[in-house]
């Protein structure tokens, strides 16, 4: 069951007498994460508690101890830090280290592709915490932009060993394969077997989503996504962003060879190869405290093949003793001792002086040949592309006419760009060009359409993933929660609103949407109790903790026992019981008793009519029953006048002659 924070049951709670429960984080198929605040220590912390209806499942119990297991085993800057496991009652949960700020997958949805400098920051800081993980002899087996964590102080982490495994047991399941479809190496589609380069694989695809803006294959089923892993090979990501370096480009695809012995064989060996590409490009990543974990510093390092007496730029501008310097080494003063030795060096600087000059005519006349070449038809006649970003067509068209370029449109699906705004071209911003050239401008079609199958029968969890592959939001505190015959936690009902309106479109059985749009769940919280015929006391607990405002009504029962539940009546309202609703139950008060009137005394006909209201008479019987009533007169009767009896019991009255 999914609740909002105001209504989860953990916000607040005290779990192991230790960590109190502070607010939600996060919720996953498997566990929810809670931000609390650890007692013993004084400190933040992450909680992530297994949720209640695997709790009895103990392959996930042992899933979630595994979890707390493979990160305990390591320890690197770059790997989330596990700090404590343990079980409440049945609340089993982790305790890890806190880090405020976002995930790779939400980076990636706000800038949509990342700079080379972001990604090989990012990919630096994966990279060595997964050759931590796989130098300990484990497997990440579910490495994906969601597990990547970007703290606001800029430290980078990978989390969520959830699924690792040591490298020597490396066979999936029969009943799942464990990691996500869009980062799934072929070898664990084909043959349900994964190692450390099955992690390498995921980092290709990761790799190639940092820099094209996208992921490599798409389907409308997870197994299209699937197959084209097994049988296709993964483009490079320079075909949809051409300001990628060749050699991302080819880490890219050697990350992501079908052949598992064709990729690097761990981590460390990728990382390695990344630091040479980092040097060949000159820059290295740097993260440093910042307000946002998207900010990235460089510092440039010497280019390979560059001499010792090359300038470099030095981290700080300090020079290696820590001191700013104002002179070259070697250097100094001329200390010219007699005469004849400055009347030598004045000679030879007129020689020098002679041959500059000589050699300045011959570079201006080689410059001025240069210069004919370079603007008539050498690389100073083209022309570098402009930035059209945010524009719209017709501008971009004009941006590129001044430059003498022409420009054509072509639209792509866009989650985040108004309808009609260009987004980059073709070839891209800053590469330089002949005149004349056309440039294709990519312009935004607006958020994609998509077509939604039928809900039925899945679990909150399992819908909430549908709509996230899909770019639709949702928000757990809009969930409508109701008592059905259908299972804990099913979902029973959906509505679509698309982006910008209030319209809601039903969608339980499918139907046509658009990334972006939202949606809105309702969800089964099982059947309500039943508390027919269940003591009062006990029946009346059972509503209230199911969130109900409980009601008791009394009325007397020849049936039912006392203080016993006698029906639940009906909702005041057509529709499903939900939590917060007024709900009334009936207490049987038992059989209704009646008081014994004394009819000693009184003639036949008023005894009878006294006694008759509620109870059987006997007695009357020949001759008094064809007596004048006058005459006669009771004499006795059997049950006890004053006492309580049901209604129906008989009383036998003696008659005789009144006197």
Wanted: aromatic fraction near 4%; proline fraction near 5%.
């Amino acid at each position: 069951m999914s609740t909002s924070q105001q209504v989860d049951p953990l916000i607040g709670r005290l779990v192991d007498g230790r960590y109190r429960v502070r607010a939600r984080i996060a919720r996953g198929g498997m566990a929810t994460v809670y931000v609390a605040t650890d007692l013993r220590l004084e400190r933040r912390v992450a909680l992530k508690v297994m949720h209640g209806h695997l709790s009895d499942d103990s392959v996930f119990q042992s899933r979630f101890i595994q979890e707390a297991r493979s990160a305990a085993r390591l320890s690197d800057p770059h790997v989330v830090n596990v700090y404590d496991q343990g079980q409440d009652g049945e609340l089993a949960y982790l305790v890890m280290e806190y880090l405020p700020g976002i995930t790779l997958r939400e980076l990636l949805k706000e800038q949509r592709r990342l700079t080379v400098t972001q990604t090989i920051t990012i990919m630096d800081a994966v990279l060595s915490g997964l050759a931590a993980a796989h130098h300990a002899g484990l497997i990440h087996r579910d490495v994906k932009p969601e597990n990547v964590l970007l703290a606001e102080d800029g430290r980078i982490k990978i989390g969520d060993f959830g699924l690792a495994r040591a490298t020597s047991a490396n066979t999936a399941t029969g009943q799942q394969l464990l990691g996500t479809i869009a980062y799934l190496a072929p070898e664990l589609v084909t043959r349900g077997t994964a190692d450390a380069r099955s992690d390498i694989y995921a980092l290709g695809i990761l790799l190639y989503e940092m820099l094209a803006g996208e992921q490599p294959y798409k389907g409308e089923q997870p197994m299209q996504i699937a197959f084209q892993h097994a049988t296709d090979s993964v483009p490079r990501p320079s075909v949809k962003n051409p300001g990628v370096p060749e050699q991302l480009d080819e880490l890219v695809l050697w990350a992501t060879e079908k052949d598992p012995d064709e990729r690097p064989s761990d981590a460390q060996e990728m990382l390695e190869r990344l630091r040479e590409i980092e040097r060949e490009l000159g820059i290295a990543p740097l993260t440093t405290r910042s307000s946002s974990p998207a900010a990235f510093e460089t510092r440039v390092l010497p280019a390979e093949g560059l001499t010792s007496g090359a300038t470099r730029i030095l981290p700080g501008g300090l020079s290696g003793t820590g001191e700013v310097t104002g002179e070259l080494p070697g250097t100094g003063a001329v200390d010219d001792r007699d005469n004849a030795a400055r009347l030598r060096h004045r000679m030879e600087k007129r020689r020098r002086r002679g041959g500059l000059l000589v050699a300045l005519v011959l570079l201006l006349a080689a410059a001025a040949g240069g210069a004919g070449w370079w603007f008539g038809s050498g690389p100073g006649s083209q022309v570098a592309v402009p930035s059209v970003a945010g524009l719209s067509f017709a501008e971009a068209v004009a941006a590129l006419e001044e430059l003498e370029l022409e420009g054509v449109e072509r639209a792509e699906p866009a989650l985040d760009v108004p309808v009609g705004e260009a987004m980059y071209t073709e070839p891209g911003a800053g590469e330089r060009v002949d005149k004349g050239e056309t440039i294709t401008v990519v312009t935004s079609s607006g958020p994609a359409p998509v077509e939604l199958g039928s809900f039925e029968g899945l679990s909150l969890a399992d819908a909430q993933r549908v709509l996230g592959e899909q770019h639709i939001s949702y928000d757990d505190a809009e969930n409508l929660e109701l008592y059905s015959d259908a299972p804990d936690d099913q979902v029973i009902g959906l509505e679509i609103i698309p982006a910008g309106t209030e319209e809601r479109v039903p969608c339980f059985e499918g139907c046509a949407a658009h990334q972006g749009d939202a949606a809105d769940f309702v969800v089964s919280l099982g059947p309500l109790p039943d508390v027919t015929g269940r003591p009062i006391g006990e029946a009346q607990k059972t509503l209230e903790d199911a969130g109900l405002t409980v009601t008791v009504a009394e009325e007397y029962s020849e049936t039912v026992a006392a203080d016993t539940v006698i029906r639940v009546e009906p909702r005041a309202e057509e529709g499903n019981w939900r939590p917060g609703d007024a709900i009334t139950i009936v207490n049987s008060l038992g059989p209704q008793l009646f008081e014994v009137p004394n009819v000693v005394g009184l003639t036949r006909d008023e005894a009878v009519n006294a006694l008759s209201a509620n109870f059987e008479v006997a007695g009357v019987v020949f001759p008094w029953n064809i007596a004048m009533n006058e005459h006669t007169e009771v004499k006795s009767q059997s049950v006890e006048a004053g006492s309580w009896h049901r209604a129906g019991t008989t009383v036998e009255i003696s008659i005789d002659l009144r006197d």
